[in-house]
């Protein structure tokens, strides 16, 4: 029985905490600007499909590189498409992508990162080395490389972005873990005669985890950034797909008298980076984490 | 101190060592090799034969590894798949190309991210601050790509003050490629000195709550000696690391910033390379770029080495 409220308050206390945490963001203006401008991309996300005013890869000559209007509000494109219906389609394939890459990478990147931290020595000496090496080859060359021989599917992209963007956490995570290592609840936990996996499980994940989740929102702007980038270069989504990057892209060479096909794009797929930025800011801020003084790796 | 730098050194080495397993097992692992790749629906038969044996893959992987790793240690690539050229002469002028590209952005973002840094640092939350804080959050987060094409949107197209695209071939001398350069060096010094300015402010930020400084405030010290004297030298130390990393981060930004405005560097033959599938290329320019990486961190590590008094002292106590 009493084991059993001690548990309910826990529960209770991290809902608490969470919201706790989500108001303090929002106390600060960069915070609240960053969470409404997420959760304004996330809500687009879903219920763009049902709003969207025409058919995002129905093609028509005669309506070629027409200026906004009230029909097209942000004009048409170079094949006549319209330009608002693809640019709130825009972000549902990298949100989605990006957003379970940011999982896979948290993942791994967490979980190596703290037994490397916690068992040290030669396999953690040779892990950090691997880390190092590959932290060393552009994450551009190696995306490039996956996806041009793997191609370009959504099977290969988050498994894939989730790797490249993981490594980064491995560090951060060891950091963390080595911070909490020689605290007294963890030398008391091996006393006691706790295996690995639980010391792993009960003492240092609950107390790296702000730092991991923090690392997490950040690779995540960082991860849109790469993805986005990938398709501005012609190795991302596939053409039919309206995607920002491919859209940036497609626009740029006409955009001496069509500049509104390249705008438009450029407003979504920036706020919405920003939007996750400031967001991930507000979070560090609110968990006490400073993330300005840590280069992105 | 001379113990740690061979060992920065030796790591270093190591680093590159895997760096060099990880591109050549990775080009060997994933589907399609070189030959099938080129070749397409002709890699069959003697085709196929006749090209494995011109690029030398007919023999053992490992045996491929070490004549192509000595090879490399020497500067000598191979030959590049569709150019029939030596690697080294498709790259000597294209390294040369984006050197000349990343050193005039590193020139000019250095020293506007340590004035911006310090400014925003000393008038913390101040409008100084909030102002130029707001838009090095705008520089830094916005995709190279996107800043670049709105530059020349805006520059080249509206403004019509500068070319928006770089049409010089690719051994042009300096002088004439000037004016082609302004804008990629404006679109990559602008990221490069966001994100420093924002390492510069928090160090600058965590040495004036020192308690040094806090002393020296209580001694009397007039505040800009102070600032001179006692803040900055110590907090511009740890953001050397920070830079570093930053400058060697941004080599993936230079890559989309080359293929934007047409330059022909390292980063446009990254592209045409992977879209050629142009594997030989490809694993030169994996260990080029790699060293670069490793080649900055190991100088920012020696740098923070030599200019750190703590850790000299700390070697002689040993």
Known sequence: ?????????????????????????????????????????????????????????????????????????????????????????GGRTALTITFFGSLIALLWGGLLGIFCGLVGGKIDDVVMRIVDAFLSIPWILAMLLIVSLLGTSTEVLIPALGFFYGKGIVRVA???????????????????????????????????????????????????????????????????????????SNARGLMSFAYWAVIAPIVGLSSLIIGINLTADAFAKALGIDRSTKAPV | MLFLIIKRILLGFITLFIVSIITFVGTEVLPGDACTTYLERQAFGEQLEACYRRLGLNVPAYERYVSWALNAIQGDFGYSLSGEMPIKD??????????????????????????????????????????????????????????????ILIIAIWLEWLPGIVIVPTDVSFLE?????????????????????RMVRSSVIQVMASEYVQMAILKGVPYWKMVFKHVLPNALLPAINVVALTIAWLLGGVVVTEVVFNYPGLGRLVIESISNRDLPTVQALAIILASIYVSINLLADLLTLMLNPRLKTLQIRK
Not at chain 2, 99 to 105: F, M, Q
């Open chain 1, 174 to 248: 060891r950091a963390a873990t080595h911070d909490v290592i020689a605290k007294d609840f963890i030398v008391s936990a091996r006393a006691r005669g706790h295996s690995n996996f639980s010391i792993i499980w009960n003492e240092i994940i609950p107390n790296v985890r702000d730092a991991i989740l923090v690392e997490g929102a950040m690779r995540w702007s960082w991860m849109l950034l790469g993805f986005s980038s990938l398709s501005f270069l012609g190795f991302g989504v596939s053409p039919p797909t309206p995607d920002w990057g491919l859209m940036i």
């Open chain 1, 1 to 89: 029985m009493k084991v059993d409220n001690i548990y309910k308050e826990e529960k209770k206390s991290a809902f608490a905490k969470l919201s706790e945490i989500i108001i303090t963001m929002a106390s600060r203006p960069s915070g609240l600007i960053g969470l409404s401008i997420l959760v304004f991309h996330i809500i687009l996300a879903f219920t763009s499909p049902y709003i969207a005013p025409h058919d995002f890869k129905a093609i028509d000559p005669t309506l070629m590189l027409q200026a906004p209007s009230a029909e097209y509000w942000f004009g048409t494109d170079d094949l006549g498409r319209d330009v608002f219906t693809r640019t709130i389609l």
């Open chain 2, 177 to 197: 490629l000037l004016p082609n350069i302004i804008l990629p060096v404006v679109a990559i010094a602008m990221i490069m000195t966001a994100h420093m300015a």
């Open chain 2, 90 to 151: 498709v790259l000597g002028p294209r390294i040369k190309n984006s050197l000349v590209l990343a050193s005039a952005a590193i020139f000019i973002g250095i020293p506007i991210a340590l004035i911006l840094g310090i400014i925003t640092a000393l008038w913390r939350d101040k409008l100084p601050d909030v102002a130029i804080s707001t838009v090095t959050i705008f520089a830094m987060t916005i995709p190279e790509f996107i800043s670049a094409t709105l530059l």
